[in-house]
């Protein structure tokens, strides 16, 4: 482990852990007042997007904010970078200006790779998506989530609906998460299927044939082309978004024939065990992935991931930047009392 | 060096005996144990490997149009430092060379250069579009003598097109080079297609998009009862096409590069651009399925497929770099690490493998001769005792590109002689 975070797959079972548990202490900062920690004051921090995620770069924004760092919006739109700057020279431009921890988005697998392994800048390097590789901090977000509501009771079970637990030091051992969608395409299914299984869950993907990469037999996972089958054994199903724009590749015919095959509604959604929940990466395609009924039931998460969120990207931002060698030596999490005297 | 005479004492021919060989005005005077030429400037090979220079069938020059990458001058001299004394200079110029005049030009430039001779490769299709035959005729009879035609870079994937290429350039004893790949399984592909691409989430470049348009392609031949060449084959699959189409007798020869005879697709996990190239790297079945097909003459010859690029189109993400590698003054290393020193071919091999096969596929004259009395000069020494890591800043090539960088790799280029004139001496260009 190292002072960058760019796939799920470098994460060791405690790492994954550690990162959860310091958000759990991120998410009760939220709960107060003053949602603020002094802890990287006089840090900057450039969130550098070559692709347009307003959702994803205003996660960032508010957790190096919440932490007191300097923050940076750097997007490649109507930016030198629209006029050929290569990727090399921006670095070298942030690294100049003293950035010390860049959160990148870009449309090319390896990018954030390449930023870390290059030579070009000196500062940490945070993965916010790239190409169709990796999204480690989504899939953070996402395991805190379900630790929450599937390890969150008192008995390190599933809090039954009763909203989000606490599953402090806890890991999802034994959980069945099933993610449905493009797989072929989905980050956010790379890096989940890393962290879940690290984190000591079954992953089940389930996708038409078309949209689920050659090569995926070399994944610890499972793979279905069934939804019905999979469903009552699931205590997480995760739908992605498919964009409609993937019928014209021949992926699948129609999107009213993927949503009847693979899109989640009210009567397969009672298929599922009771405890289990949906969740939904964002944004929804309603009517397509997942129907009106599903999205805003009570086992919906997406709202709840999108607050998460921000908490793991607080949690990232201070062990990587807190000079905490996560992974060798267990970074303190921040103690209530210092944080006390500092809001005061 | 106006030299013209010149006594290589102690060279083993082909990995045989120690012999002397005495150059004389451009052509092998004389071969025996122990020659003696009171006027001759003397080389000591010291138990070196005498080849036939060596014939590349696939160059990228760069020149016209690219010349911050390559010109003929600095891609002949890459030429010579790796033992090379005849290459093929591929039609993916700007402009493209799908006319008389631009293959006269880059013709011009090789005997200027003088360290290499250059036969200008023409373009099937004009502007390599794919759309209309270029003036494959004009190209045969103007002074560069094409005989080789490739769309390379581009699959002349209409088979309408192919068939006509195939036919028309019968008339003239031409071949097709063709650059397997079709090209709606490749949209956006950026490495093969498997496990590593899988987990990188790298678009994938599948072994059928190869294989299919090869075994299309030994069909058409077959049918029009044309010769085809394969450039740069890749895959296991394509190998056993390959091996069927000559089983029938039919008119196929193929080419590997030496990086598919010794990387991976598991190079690709670095996301070090350097790594790209067009096809892309395979797995290491292909990777041993090849080399056995290049030991058993399936595959008829090594190609370099030296595609020298400027820095900045490596020094950038995956996606955004350039695909292709330099491989002139590697070429030789990689062949003795991968096929002689694995015992998979021995020199004779290798000489027939570098020089006389793809001499022959480009009817080329003068080269990939036996090492013999009234043979033009054009050889090649060889030490392969040598073990040293490749240091691309010490390349003649204009570009760095390469996949080896620090890598330790066997054997060593002493000495080149183009018709009788050393073009390297001691290692060093002349």
Known sequence: MNRHLISAADLTRDDAVLFLDTAEEMARVADRPIKKLPTLRGRTVVNLFFEDSTRTRISFEAAAKRLSADVINFSAKGSSVSKGESLKDTALTLEAMGADAVVIRHHDSGAPHRLATSGWIGGSVVNAGDGTHEHPTQALLDAFTMRRHLAGAADGGPTHHRGPGDGTGRDLAGRRITIVGDILHSRVARSNVHLLTTLGAHVTLVAPPTLVPIGVGQWPCEVSYDLDAVLPKSDAVMMLRVQRERMNAAFFPTEREYARRYGLHGERMAKMPDHAIVMHPGPMNRGMEITAEVADSVRCTAVEQVANGVSIRMAVLYLLLGGAAFGSTPAPAPSTTARTEENT | ?430
Not at chain 2, 223 to 230: A, N, T
Not at chain 2, 339 to 346: A, F, R
Request: net charge negative; hydrophobic share 40%; with cysteine.
């Open chain 2, 1 to 430: 060096m106006t030299m013209s005479k010149i006594l290589i004492r102690g060279a083993r021919p082909l990995g045989g005996e120690p012999r002397d060989v005495l150059i004389d005005a451009g052509t092998i005077a004389a071969v025996g144990p122990a020659l003696e030429a009171a006027d001759a400037q003397i080389v000591e090979a010291d138990g070196q490997i005498l080849l036939p220079g060596l014939v590349d069938l696939h160059t990228h020059l760069r020149e016209p149009g690219r010349e911050d990458s390559e010109t003929v001058l600095t891609g002949t001299k890459a030429a010579a430092v790796g033992g090379f004394t005849a290459v093929h200079a591929m039609a993916n110029t700007f402009p493209v060379a799908d006319t008389a005049g631009v293959v006269e030009q880059v013709w011009r430039l090789g005997k200027e250069s003088g360290y290499c001779d250059v036969q200008p490769v023409g373009a099937v299709t004009v502007g390599l579009a794919g759309k209309q035959l270029a003036e494959l005729g004009a190209m045969h009879d103007s002074a560069a003598g094409v005989r080789v035609f490739s769309d390379d870079g581009k699959c002349v994937d209409d088979a309408v097109i192919m068939r006509r290429a195939l036919e028309y350039v019968k008339a003239f004893d031409g071949v097709v080079a063709q650059h397997a790949q079709e090209p709606r399984l490749t949209e956006g592909a950026q490495m093969n297609e498997g496990a590593v691409s899988a987990e990188l989430g790298l678009g994938g470049w599948p072994a059928v998009a190869e294989e299919s348009i090869i075994a299309r392609d030994v069909l058409l031949a077959a049918h029009v009862g044309s010769r085809v060449h394969i450039c740069h084959l890749s895959t296991a699959g394509s190998v056993e096409i390959v091996r069927w189409a000559k089983s029938k007798g039919w008119h196929v020869t193929a080419e590997v590069t030496p990086h598919h005879l010794l990387l991976t697709d598991e190079l690709v996990r670095s996301y070090n651009p350097v790594y790209k190239v067009n096809p892309p790297l395979r797995t290491e079945a292909d990777v041993l399925a090849l080399r056995e097909a290049l030991a058993d003459g399936t595959i008829d010859c090594v190609a370099t497929d030296h595609a020298p690029h400027p820095h900045e189109d490596k020094d950038c993400e995956w996606g955004a770099a350039a695909m292709g590698m330099v491989g002139l003054e590697t070429a030789l290393s990689v062949v003795q690490h991968t096929m002689v020193d694995t015992g998979l071919l021995d020199w004779p091999g290798v000489a027939d493998r570098m020089s006389a096969r793809p001499a022959a596929i480009g009817r080329l004259r003068g080269h990939g001769r036996p090492i013999a009395v009234g043979e033009p000069a054009n050889l090649t020494l060889l030490d392969s005792a040598y073990r040293g890591a490749v240091d691309p800043a010490g390349f003649a090539s204009r570009s760095r590109n390469t996949p080896y960088e620090g890598r330790e790799l066997p054997g060593r280029v002493t000495h080149t002689f183009l018709r009788g004139r050393a073009t390297v001496m001691d290692g060093k260009l002349t």
